[in-house]
C-alpha cells in the first residue's frame, strides 16, 4: 500500500524533472555509445553470417570481461557522489587518484587474457573457422585496454560530480570517430587496406586513444577540476582502493554473469546452428542500446540517491527510484509495441529480406524479437532497482540475486527447453523473461527492508 502511495504522490517538478536532467544526458550517452555495436553488426552483416557470428562471439566474451572491470571500477561514480553530497573535495581527490592506480593494475592481466582467449572458444564447441576469425577481433581489441580503462575512472569520476552533460558532449564527439574507423578498416576506404574482422577491432582500439587523450586533456584544462589535481598525486590518507573493490567487483562480477549469461547464450546457440547467432545477434542489435538506455536511467538514479542521502535527504531518494521505476516501465511498454508491430522493419537492417539464404534466420530473428519484446519491459524495471541498491552501497545482494536468476534459473530452463525439447532459440528467450521475474521479485523486496533501515538509521543519527 506504501508504494502505491508514493506513485501517486509523485510530481514532475519534484520527482521526474531533477531525474530527467541528469538521466537525458546520459541516455543519450548510452544511445551513442551503442551506436558502435550496431553499427559493427552492420559492417560485419556485409561480410557475410560467419563474420556476424565471430563478432557474436568476441562481442559477448568481451563485454563479459569488459563489464566486470566497468562494474568494478564503476564504484568511483557511488564513492565520488557522496563524498559530492558531503563537499567532500580531498576525499574526491583521493577516489580518483586511487581509481587511475587500480585501472593501471588491471591492465596487465586483462590483456593477457584477451590476447589468449580465442583458443578456448574451441574448448565449448564453436566451429575453428569461427575461432579463427575471432582470433584476429580479439588481438586487435586488446591493444585499447589501456586507453579503455583510463577513460572509465575518468567519465565515472565526471559522472559521481553529476557532470553528465559533459559527458553527452564528449560521447557526441567521439563515438562518431570509432563507426568512421571500423568502416574504413573493415572495408579498406581511403587507401587503407581492408582488415575485414580485424578492421572493427583496431577501430576500436583507434578511437579509444584518441577519446582518452581527449577526455584527459579537457580535465587538465578546465580550471573546476584543478582543486582536485592540487590533490590528486598526493599518497596521503585515506586510500580507497580496498573501498572500491568491496563496493565494486560485486558489481563488476554482477555484470559480468549477467553478461556471462548472454555469452553463454550465444555460445550454446552456436551449438544448434549458425543462424540462431546470427538472429539472436540481431535482436541483441536492438535490445542492446534500449537496455543501455535503461542503465544510464539507473546510473544517473545511482548518482541522484548519492547525492541525496549524502545531504541527509532520505526521502527524497526514496521517491525518486519510483519516479524511475515508473519512467523506465512506461518507456519500455512503448518500445514493446514497436518491436511487436515492425519486426520485419528491423530485420531489413542487417539482412536482405528476399534472399532464400536468409530465410531460416528471419523466422527465428522474429521470434526472438518478438520474446524480447516482454523480456526488455521485466529487465528494465530489474536494472533500475539495481541502481536503487547500488546508490545506497548494497551491491552484494544485487550479486547473489543475479546469480540466482540468470544462472540457476534463466539458463537450466532455457537449455532444457532449446536443446531437450528441441525449441530452439526461443527456449533460451523464455528462460530470460522467467528469470528476470525472478530477480524483479527479490530485488524489490531487497530495496523496500534497506530503504527501512536507512530511514531508521537517519532517524537514530537525529
Request: charged share 10%.
Amino acid at each position: 500500500m506504501k508504494t502505491i502511495s508514493v506513485i501517486k504522490s509523485l510530481t514532475y517538478q519534484g520527482d521526474m524533472a531533477p531525474l530527467l536532467k541528469l538521466s537525458i544526458p546520459l541516455v543519450l550517452t548510452g544511445f551513442m555509445q551503442s551506436a558502435i555495436g550496431f553499427f559493427e553488426n552492420i559492417f560485419l552483416s556485409r561480410l557475410g553470417p560467419d563474420y556476424l557470428a565471430a563478432g557474436a562471439l568476441v562481442g559477448w566474451f568481451y563485454a563479459t570481461l569488459i563489464v566486470m572491470i566497468f562494474g568494478t571500477l564503476g564504484a568511483v561514480n557511488v564513492l565520488v557522489a557522496h563524498k559530492h553530497g558531503k563537499k567532500d573535495i580531498h576525499g574526491i581527490a583521493n577516489v580518483w587518484r586511487d581509481g587511475l592506480l587500480f585501472a593501471l593494475v588491471l591492465v596487465p592481466p586483462v590483456f593477457f587474457l584477451v590476447w589468449n582467449m580465442a583458443p578456448l572458444f574451441l574448448l565449448v564447441g564453436q566451429h575453428p573457422h569461427l575461432v579463427n576469425l575471432a582470433s584476429h577481433y580479439l588481438h586487435a581489441l586488446a591493444f585499447g585496454l589501456l586507453p579503455k580503462l583510463i577513460m572509465m575512472v575518468i567519465i565515472d569520476a565526471l559522472l559521481g560530480l553529476g557532470l553528465a552533460r559533459t559527458i553527452t558532449i564528449f560521447t557526441v564527439l567521439t563515438i562518431p570517430l570509432y563507426v568512421f574507423f571500423s568502416w574504413v578498416l573493415i572495408f579498406g576506404k581511403f587507401g587503407f587496406p581492408a582488415l575485414g574482422i580485424a578492421g572493427a577491432g583496431w577501430g576500436m582500439t583507434l578511437g579509444d586513444w584518441i577519446a582518452s587523450i581527449l577526455i584527459c586533456v579537457y580535465v587538465l584544462l578546465d580550471k573546476q577540476f584543478r582543486p582536485y589535481f592540487r590533490l590528486l598525486f598526493s599518497l596521503k590518507k585515506p586510500f580507497y582502493i580496498l573501498d572500491m573493490i568491496k563496493l565494486g567487483l560485486p558489481m563488476g562480477l554482477m555484470y559480468c554473469i549477467e553478461v556471462g549469461f548472454f555469452l553463454a547464450m550465444t555460445l550454446l546457440m552456436g551449438v544448434i546452428n549458425i543462424q540462431s547467432v546470427a538472429a539472436n545477434q540481431v535482436t541483441m542489435q536492438y535490445l542492446g542500446p534500449l537496455m543501455g538506455s535503461i542503465f544510464s536511467i539507473a546510473q544517473a538514479l545511482t548518482i541522484r540517491m548519492g547525492h541525496e542521502i549524502g545531504a541527509k535527504q532520505i526521502a527524497t531518494a526514496e521517491r525518486a527510484v519510483y519516479a524511475a521505476v515508473c519512467m523506465v516501465a512506461v518507456y519500455m511498454c512503448v518500445m514493446a509495441v514497436i518491436y511487436w508491430l515492425m519486426p520485419d522493419t528491423l530485420i531489413a537492417v542487417d539482412f536482405n529480406m528476399t534472399a532464400a539464404s536468409n530465410v531460416e534466420t528471419i523466422k527465428l530473428a522474429r521470434d526472438f524479437i518478438f520474446i524480447a519484446a516482454l523480456f526488455q519491459i521485466i529487465e528494465a524495471v530489474r536494472i533500475t532497482l539495481y541502481g536503487a541498491l547500488r546508490g545506497l552501497k548494497d551491491t552484494h545482494f544485487s550479486l547473489l540475486a543475479s546469480v540466482i536468476s540468470f544462472w540457476f534459473i534463466a539458463l537450466p530452463i532455457g537449455y532444457v527447453t532449446a536443446i531437450h525439447f528441441k525449441f530452439g532459440g526461443v527456449g533460451f528467450w523464455w528462460g530470460m523473461v522467467i528469470g528476470a521475474c525472478c530477480s524483479v521479485f527479490l530485488l524489490s523486496g531487497r530495496f523496500k527492508r534497506k530503504m527501512h533501515a536507512t530511514v531508521a538509521a537517519s532517524l537514530h543519527a537525529v
